[in-house]
Every structure is written in C-alpha cells, then in structure tokens.
C-alpha cells in the first residue's frame, strides 16, 4: 500500500472537541498528521472549559467550533440559497428519516443547521474527505455537507450510536464512501439489525493504544490495587464492580481500589460504597489528566471494567481503557459484552465473567490478587495482543490507507427505478435481479411504483432496498405528478430509469418540476408491434430527453427504432438476466405435481405469465382442443391478468376443464418449471421473455411462438422448439414431439439449460446494466436533448448468440 496517494486534507466532524472521554479521537489525528494528512476539525458544540488532556490542547488550533450558543442561522441561510436544491433535499431526507421521533428530528435539523453555518469554510478547506466520528448527529452533518459539496464522507460507528441511536443509519451506510466500525461484533449487530448488506460496506478500524507512550511495567506493582477507569454510566457496570468488592472484603481479602471517571451515576456509586461501608477501600477519584490515569495504571495489579448490556439495549464497543490497562502490563477482568471478547480470549489475555454477576467478578478478582503467575501470564498475552491488533498507529495507517481509497472513490450514484406495477412479471423480477446486484459501494438504488405489488416489492425491501408507493389516480393526476416530483427533489438522484411508457411519461413531466436534471434511461421491454401512432409519438418524445434507452432484445430495439425514426445505435441490448437453480429433487417434484393434480399418466405442460392479450393464449387452447384426448397433456396456467375469465369459459365450451387449470400467481413458479414436462408460450409479440428463461434455466424443455426476441433466445430444435405466431396447429405439433420424444426432451433440457448458464447470468445483465449508467453519466454534462443521430462506440456487452441464428430465419417476422 505504499504506492496509495494519500489524502491531503481530511475534514473530522465531531460532537465536542476536545472530550475528556474521546482520547482514541486525539491519538487517530495525531497519527494522520504526522503522515502528512492537513486534518482540521469540526465541532458540533463549543469548547465547555472543562479538563482538556494535553494531547487534545496541541490539536485547538484546528478547531472550528460554534461561534455563539445560538445556531448561525445567517451564514446557515446564505450557504442554504447558495445551494437550494441539495440543501432542501438534504433537510428533507433528515425530517423522512426521523420524523417519527420528535427530539431526534428537531436536534437533526439543528445539528444540520450548525454543519452548513460553517460551509463557507469548509469549501475554503477543500476536505478530500468528510469524516465523522460517531453515527449519530455528526455523521448526519458529514453526510449532509458531503451531499451538498458532493465530495465523498465517511463515519466511524463505535457503540451506543449504533445500539440505541440509529439516526438515518442506513442511509448513511448505503451513502458513505467510507464506513468504518471499531469491531466485528458491531459488523454483524449492523447486518442484522440495520442493513443487510452492511458487511460488504463496513471496514473493522480497532480503537488503538500509543505503545509508545504506554510502558510496558511487568514488575514493581501494588499486588493489592484495583483501578477501574471509564465514564461513570450504567453500561460500565461500576454498580456490579462495588457489589463485588464487597464480597472480597467480606471474605477477608486485602485490596484497595481506584475508581477514576466522572458521570451521571456517580451520587449513586458513593452511596453504594457508603452503604457497604468501603469508604475505606475504595476511593471515586473523579476525571482526571490522562497522565495521572497511566499512572495508575501502571501501578495496579488487576485492571476491572464489568461492561453490561443496560435495560434500553446500551453497551460498550471494546473500552479503550481495557486496551491501555493491558498495554501497561495489568491483569484484567471484564465480561462476554458486545465486542470485548475480540480484545480479551477467558483465560488466555485475562478473565471475563457474565454481566451482572458480582459473586463471579469477586471470584475472578480473588484469583487474580491471590496469584501472581497468574497475572504474569494474562499480562505478557495482553500485551502481545494489543501489539497485535490494538496499535493505534497501525490501525490509523490502516484507516489512512482506507481513506484514500475512499477519496479515490465517486460519490455514490443515486440510482431510481420508476415502474407502473410490481406485480408479478418478467420486468419485475428483471428489477429486483438489478437492483439487488448492482454494487451498494457505487450505487444506492431505491424503486417506486404507482399500482399494484407482489411478494417482490417485499423482497427488494428485505435487501434494504427503499421502495415508494405513489398511488396514482386515473390516466391524469396532476396530484400524483406532483409528488413524484417532490420524491426527485428529495431524492436528488443522479440517475432514473423507467420500465415502461407510462413511468417514462410521467418521470420526463416530473424531472421538469423537481428542479434538478437527473439523468434518463429509457427502456425497450416487448416489441409492441399493436401500438397506434400516438404510442410512438409519445416514445419518441421520451427518446428525445433521455440518454440512453436499454432494450431486453435486438429486436426490440430495431422495432422501435423503425417506428419512432431513432438510430438503432441509440439503444443497448441488455439481455435479461436469471439464476440457475439446483437440480430438484425427484421426490419434491413428485410432491409438486401431486399438489397441482396432475395425473400421473399425462404429460405436465405449464404456462407462466400475465392472462392478457399480448400471451396469446386463445391460440394455447385451440392447440390443447385439436389434440386427440391421448395425446392431450394436463397443463397449468400459472399467473393472473384481464383474460383469466374469458379463458375459463373458452376452456369449458372446447371441453378441456380436466386438461387446464388455473393457479394463480405462485411465489413459487421457478419450482413448478422444474416439475413440468415443458413450458409454452404463445405470445403475439415479446422483448425477451423472462419464463422462457427461467424455464430453460431449469431444465424445462420451451415451446414458444418465434416473436420478437424470442429467436435471439431459442435455437429451433437445439435449445426449444419454435412455431410460427398463432399457429395454433403448430403448437399442437410441437406438443405432441415433446409427448413422443423423451430423447428430445432431455436434451432439449440439457442444452437450454448450458446456454442459459453461459450466456444469460444475472451478473452479466448487472454489469452491462451499470456500464450503460455509467456511460451516461460521464456524459451527462454534454448530453444532447434529443437521440445522437450517430452510432455511441461505448456498447453494452450482450451474448453473441444473441444474433439470429440461420435456423431461425424461417420463424422471423
């Protein structure tokens, strides 16, 4: 890592500088500065004049701090009407984010408002960086001023901030370019209870000791002494320590002990040692300079700090005075609470009791006091772990390293997909397959809808994804275009993409209101070959203001460019993506047909999509009513949509009620696919059908007429069988080769399922998906306002076998 270009200017975002409490803060600055790094230093509140550690004083005169109790609300104002939209969309997600609680949203806000009073200052320095220590108020502010400088930020999440005060958390994981915790415990409470995807953002930076100002004293140690150093605070468990002192000297063992802190607790902890009358034993020593808190440390033969998860869910992260206890040479004892046991292995760097157990924290403290070898042992492994792991230096060196990556990285792109409905489809699952995968360190990526949803919308939101239902009240809602584009003035997003004409219509009328110039993508998903003139009139003006327009099939493309007179080049081909399922197992596919009622002397067809014109499937059942009754397989329409009546009553009048059913839309249709004998589609025109994939990608032999994108996917006879559009006779034909031909099956089955997996991976569409973004971004501050009438070089990779196969010349249109 010696080759990185460091930063040169970081900007530190804190609540109080200096705080007694916060020395790992001082020691990290220390070590950037003597790299070289010009770190300056924003504190949220002013100076209090309370004790000031003598590291912490070297560092005042890179302090900026209020400049009067009360906010600036004149420079605030004036860096707010300098930037208007950013500030505005900035406020606006802070009061989305914490609306629900009051306080959190009114200190925000205020928070946010002192952050933008220093703007002018900060845009003096040039921060390379914005980096916040804690994840509460001051990396709201590094998050705000990063968004309206639009240079990248980042925060360090260290215990209660993530435990108790989880203020726009996920936001701010998704957003920063830097997202540091001090431990792993931190990594997977985040992942659980935060952000699914927090462990791929987040980077583990231990709080660290200065070896070189921590001396190593083994020997010459008060065998009788006891220190405990830390914030007077239930989480510290000072309450649990006098209990078990108590204890010790009803037993008869010597000690005297040393209580240095300050804090809410401390009437409390003088009347606990009052009433076991240890007065004489233990001494509440109060704050105190870090100097005199080595001292003593250097001085005590057992080191006690019994952390406790407290009533609201608060805890420590891993106690910094543990690591300076265990880097000076005392023996220690703490207890199994969040992070503590990555600094502290029971029984080989010291012992760890169950919180709130003071007959075991008395017990622990006799064995210590008791055995000198003992604590000879726990202490040499002590030390040796905090060289280890636990060196301030090394791991500001790592932080330094990590933060030039971060400077190196773009400010994460806002990403908005905008979509009609989320009920079940090909596009649908195209979305969450996108979204899902795209990469949370480059995009952050949110949908919204206007009509009905599916399990889908679920689970986008189980990835974290943010997902908005704006319902949207007839063909024209001037309301509804209303709040679309207050979503696009919150939001600020860099870039939207919509999947139909109808989102791409009212996304194109909404961008103008917000304010802000997003870039468009536009999209190409059927070849809607049945559209009147007004339809390509309207795709043409959206064509017009777009960047970009992705097309699921090069015949898509091609048609669409015929009717809205837009160069082919002006589209990327970008193929649907899908998974490959295991192998299912022949007994849960046995189970699956029993489920359905399909004889078991009949073959298993299956039909997976929306019930509407487009499908075709009058042509379906003309094919299944030409078929001799022996020949006639049991087949299952899987999904919902305006025909599902009118194809009931055509299938009673043709006399096939035992031969097709219906069952709804199905979670589970991918499993269905892997039971059935074949899949059909009869499709009057398709981009490029995601059934058809997800059938070929679980070995389902596919039957589909030859429209649209559909050649591009299937090669007749070697990875499907094709028929001319609504030819309800050659549908049937095919039908029954699949009845007759095992042979043909199984390996129609396996070659289909070999393309799919080569050419049609989920990766694949991702990466191509996010080039063509990409792409468009970098050319956004040139970007024309209509088509470029000249091939783009810059393509989207598709598969080869994408280009029409010479088999497949006869079912072309």
Same mark, same amino acid.
């Given at each position: 890592m010696d080759n990185v270009i460091r930063p040169q200017r970081v900007l530190y975002v804190v609540s109080l500088f200096p705080c007694w409490s916060e020395t790992f803060i001082v020691r990290e600055i220390d070590a950037l500065i003597e790299a070289g790094v010009d770190v300056r230093i924003l504190s949220l509140k002013r100076q209090s004049g309370l004790l000031i550690q003598s590291d912490a /004083?070297?560092?005042l005169a890179r302090v900026r701090a209020p400049r009067s109790p009360i906010p600036g609300l004149g420079y605030a104002l004036m860096a707010w009407l300098r930037h208007p939209v950013r500030a505005t969309g900035a406020a606006a997600t802070i009061v989305a984010g914490t609306w629900r609680a009051p306080v959190v !949203?009114?200190?925000?806000?205020?928070?946010?408002?002192?952050?933008i009073e220093h703007l002018a200052w900060v845009r003096h320095f040039d921060p390379e960086l914005i980096?916040?220590? #804690?994840? =509460?108020?001051?990396? =709201?502010? /590094? #998050?705000?001023l990063g968004r309206i400088t639009r240079g990248p930020f980042g925060f360090t999440s260290h215990a209660h901030d993530i435990f108790l005060s989880r203020h726009l958390l996920s936001r701010k994981? %998704? +957003?920063? *370019?830097? /997202?540091v915790t001090i431990s792993r415990y931190n990594v997977e409470w985040l992942k659980c209870n935060v952000w699914p995807d927090a462990g791929d953002k987040l980077e583990v930076v231990h709080c660290g000791v200065d070896l070189e100002r921590s001396h190593w004293r083994p020997h010459g140690r008060d065998k009788q002494l006891i220190v405990a150093v830390g914030r007077l605070h239930s989480i510290k468990g000072f309450d649990t320590l006098i209990e078990a002192l108590a204890l010790l000297r009803h037993g008869g063992r010597a000690f005297r002990?040393?209580?240095?802190? +300050?804090? @809410? !607790?401390?009437? %409390?902890?003088q009347a606990l040692v009052r009433e076991h009358g240890l007065q004489s034993h233990v001494e509440l020593m109060g704050a105190q300079p870090q100097e005199t808190v080595r001292q003593w440390l250097e001085r005590a033969a057992v080191f006690a700090l019994p952390s406790q998860v407290t009533a609201d869910g608060g805890r420590d992260g891993i106690p910094v005075a543990l690591m300076e206890a265990m880097a000076s040479g005392s023996a220690v004892v703490s207890c199994r609470t969040s992070g503590i046991p990555e600094l502290i292995g029971d029984g080989q760097q010291g012992l760890l009791v169950p919180q709130r157990d003071p007959h075991a924290l008395a017990e622990a403290l006799q064995r210590l006091l008791a055995d000198s070898g003992l604590r000879s042992q726990y202490a040499r492994a002590a030390r040796k772990r905090i060289e280890q792991e636990f060196d301030a230096r090394a791991q500001a060196r790592k932080l330094r390293e990590l933060m030039a990556t971060a400077v190196g990285s773009p400010w994460p792109r806002r990403l908005l997909v905008v979509i009609g409905e989320m009920e079940?489809?090909?596009? %649908?699952? %195209?979305?969450?397959?996108l979204l899902t995968g795209l990469d949370r360190r480059r995009w952050q990526p949110e949908l919204v809808y206007f009509r009905s949803d599916s399990f889908l919308v679920q689970r986008l939101r189980d990835a974290g994804i943010p997902v908005h239902h704006l319902p949207k009240r007839g063909r024209i809602d001037p309301q509804f275009l209303w709040r679309l584009a207050a979503l696009l003035r919150r939001g600020d997003y860099d870039l939207i993409q919509a999947y139909s004409l109808t989102a791409e219509l009212w996304t194109v009328l909404a961008r103008t209101l917000c304010g802000r110039r997003p870039v468009i993508v536009a999209s190409e998903r059927n070849q809607r070959l049945d559209q009147p003139g007004s339809y390509w009139w309207a795709k043409r003006f959206v064509l017009g203001r777009s960047a970009a327009a992705i097309a699921n099939s090069s015949a898509g493309a091609r048609a669409t460019a015929r009717r809205t007179g837009v160069p082919a080049a002006f589209f990327d081909t970008v193929c649907n993506g899908v998974e490959i399922p295991p192998d299912m197992d022949p007994q849960q596919r046995a189970a699956l047909r029993i489920e359905l009622g399909v004889p078991a002397d009949r073959a298993f067809g299956l039909f997976v999509g929306r019930l509407a014109p487009q499908k075709n499937l009058d042509c379906l059942v003309d094919a299944m009513a030409s078929l001799p009754a022996r020949k006639r397989p049991w087949l299952a329409l899987v999904g919902e949509g305006p025909l599902r009546g009118h194809l009931q009553e055509r299938i009673l009048e043709c006399g096939l009620g035992d031969a097709m059913s219906f069952t709804g839309e199905r979670a589970d249709a991918t499993m269905l696919m892997q039971a059935a004998d074949f899949l059909v589609l009869p499709s009057h025109?398709?981009?490029?059908?995601? /059934?058809?994939?997800? *059938? !070929?990608?679980?070995?389902?032999?596919?039957?589909?007429?030859?429209?649209?994108? =559909? @050649?591009?996917?299937?090669?007749?006879?070697?990875?499907g069988l094709l028929f001319p559009p609504a030819d309800a006779a050659g549908l049937a034909a095919c039908i029954v080769r699949l009845w007759d031909d095992a042979s043909l099956r199984a390996r129609l089955s396996r070659q289909a399922r070999e393309h799919v997996a080569r050419s049609y991976g989920i990766a694949l569409q991702v990466a191509a998906t996010a080039a063509v973004y990409e792409r468009c971004l970098s050319d956004a501050p040139a970007r024309p306002g209509r088509p470029p009438t000249q091939p783009r070089m810059a393509r989207a990779i598709r598969p080869e076998s994408q280009a029409a196969a010479p088999g497949n010349a006869e079912y072309s249109q």
């Open positions: /004083a070297k560092l !949203m009114l200190k925000s806000l205020g928070a946010f408002v002192r952050g980096h916040a220590h #804690w994840a =509460t108020y001051p990396s =709201t502010v /590094a #998050w705000a994981l %998704q +957003d920063a *370019a830097l /997202a002990c040393k209580l240095i802190g +300050d804090g @809410p !607790m401390l009437a %409390q902890l079940v489809g090909g596009s %649908q699952r %195209q979305i969450v397959h025109f398709e981009g490029l059908s995601n /059934a058809l994939l997800e *059938a !070929m990608a679980g070995g389902c032999p596919v039957i589909a007429s030859a429209v649209g994108g =559909t @050649p591009e996917l299937i090669e007749h006879e070697r990875t």
